[in-house]
């Protein structure tokens, strides 16, 4: 003992423990000193679930199985424990030798379990990874406290045969469902509940809600054995507002996924993220064409939420981060109560064909004398785009990226870009004819625009064309393409006649349409 340490370790539960609990763990000689009412054989000691003294200072309840050894069903078994106050648990399953019965090193790994953590207790789902003799031993501690997990209680499980299933994906966090100290971290629920599977829909795509009681900032990971890490980031695309996380998720191949949630406050700065969740989805459908995808380099204020809040931002048309456009085309709304904050929109994909307009020519802002925004959208193929959305205050520099939107459109035709906008087009300027950038020669084509504080506007081509302002305050006339390659909406501002080029048009050349 002298060059050995000694750890004092006083455990109260034996002292003056009831019989009833005492009996669990310790089996006298004679059996009088069971201090039963009823003693109970050696045949019987040996069938009982072995439970610590912590499983009983914790007040725990095994509610299933009511015997040490249990038999898999269909290569399964289910082992649950009630408790009355909020618990972290953790479990290790081993197999045994079947030669010698003694224990494996290695555990088994966590895709041979399903441990879903309520208020109310825990639930784990046992799925041997091959039949023979396991010894599950279960730990928990209480939610919040520090220290080590302290073991509560082993069985032993006896597996015949297992049922052939694909195979599940490997859990770190060991929990699935919603974490049981989820609460703590500031989320109240989730739209998915328990352990089971989520099954995935025909098109590969789910959505996971995350309920909160403070703004949250969140950050997601998706495991799948095909999955690599930067395919996995083009799965995934959140979406946070004040009162909610939005997760969307596709699953490009068949068989299981963990998708795992992270949250930190949304003002801690630096802060840790902490796991809030992990959930198992399922896609049995058939595979998904990669350039399906989400579209790469997607920022976490995907959609509305409390990053566009804060600059003033609201009244989204669309209050969802993914758009479809069956038609190729889509119109985005919404009210800027700045009128300081300079707006700017970007269209980005990766295209397998090289566009002849650069991806700027395919969307449009437009700003009203109110506050309403609308950023216009033609997508020049079928694909997914992500349009970002950026916005700065003078005497800002750069830009800040405010929400990303996903375009997804199916349409197969080649969508028109818009005209080319210079810095003359400005807060009022709205284009109503005509809405592509690209016109046909030798032809007349009708404009009308609505140009705020001017005392005049033209289309220069071949020729110049003055549009006239009639009683509704747009500029409208016919201008001729003739042989020119490209038309100018230009205006004349009241402070001065120097004249400002507001966007060009394009004309097609007959030799080589484009």
């Not at 000691?45 to 009983?56: C, D, G, M, Q, V």
């Not at 609460?183 to 996971?208: F, M, N, P, R």
């Not at 456009?325 to 700017?344: E, K, M, V, Y």
């Not at 509704?472 to 080029?501: F, I, P, Y």
Request: neutral net charge; glycine residues 8%; charged residues 20%.
């Amino acid at each position: 003992m002298k060059r050995k340490t000694f750890v004092k370790r006083y455990d109260d539960f034996y002292f003056l423990t009831e019989p009833s609990e005492f009996i669990n763990s310790h089996f006298p000689d004679d059996q009088i000193w069971q201090l039963l009412t009823t003693p109970i054989s050696i045949e019987e000691f040996e069938t009982r679930p072995l439970k610590t003294s912590a499983f009983y200072q914790f007040g725990l309840t095994l509610t299933q199985p009511k015997q040490y050894k249990t038999i898999t069903d269909d290569g399964e078994a289910i082992v649950s424990v009630s408790s009355s106050r909020l618990m972290t648990f953790s479990y290790e399953m081993r197999q045994r030798d079947p030669q010698t019965g003694a224990l494996k090193q290695e555990e088994a790994d966590s895709s041979c379990g399903l441990m879903s953590v309520t208020r109310q207790g825990m639930k784990l789902r046992l799925l041997p990874p091959e039949p023979g003799a396991y010894e599950v031993k279960l730990f928990a501690r209480r939610e919040g406290e520090p220290g080590v997990l302290r073991w509560i209680c082993s069985l032993e499980l006896e597996c015949p045969s297992i049922q052939k299933r694909q195979a599940l994906p490997n859990n770190p966090y060991l929990n699935w469902g919603l974490a049981a100290g989820a609460s703590a971290l500031g989320v109240k629920g989730c739209s998915i509940a328990g352990e089971e599977a989520i099954e995935v829909g025909e098109g590969g795509e789910c959505k996971v809600i995350l309920h909160t009681s403070r703004p949250l900032m969140m950050v997601c990971e998706l495991t799948h054995h095909e999955l690599d890490a930067t395919a996995a980031k083009r799965c995934l695309a959140s979406q946070i507002t004040a009162e909610q996380l939005v997760c969307n998720v596709m699953c490009p191949y068949k068989g299981f996924y963990r998708l795992s949630i992270f949250v930190q406050d949304y003002d801690s700065g630096s802060g840790t993220f902490q796991n809030a969740g992990n959930y198992l989805l399922h896609y049995q459908n058939r595979e998904l064409n990669p350039n399906a995808l989400y579209p790469p380099d997607l920022g976490p204020w995907c959609g509305p939420g409390v990053r566009s809040q804060e600059a003033g931002l609201s009244h989204f048309s669309h209050t969802g981060a993914i758009v479809n456009a069956p038609q190729g085309r889509c119109n985005i709304t919404f009210h800027c109560a700045s009128p300081d904050l300079q707006i700017h929109a970007t269209l980005c994909t990766e295209l397998h064909e090289q566009a002849h307009f650069p991806l700027s020519r395919y969307v449009l802002l437009t700003f009203t004398d109110t506050s309403k925004v609308t950023v216009s959208v033609h997508a020049p193929r079928a694909g997914v785009y992500r349009l970002g959305i950026y916005g700065r205050k003078p005497p800002q520099q750069d830009y800040m990226s405010l929400c990303d939107f996903i375009i997804r459109s199916v349409c197969e035709k080649t969508g028109d870009p818009f005209p080319c906008v210079y810095s003359a087009w400005g807060r009022g300027c709205v284009l109503l004819e005509p809405r592509t950038g690209v016109l046909a020669p030798q032809s007349s084509v009708s404009f009308r625009v609505r140009v705020p504080g001017v005392q005049r506007v033209c289309v220069v081509g071949e020729k110049r064309t003055d549009l006239k302002l009639n009683k509704s305050r747009v500029w409208e006339g016919e201008a001729v393409t003739g042989n020119a390659t490209q038309l100018k909406l230009a205006a004349v501002t009241k402070e001065s006649n120097d004249m400002h080029v507001l966007m060009t048009f394009d004309v097609l050349n007959l030799k080589n349409e484009l």
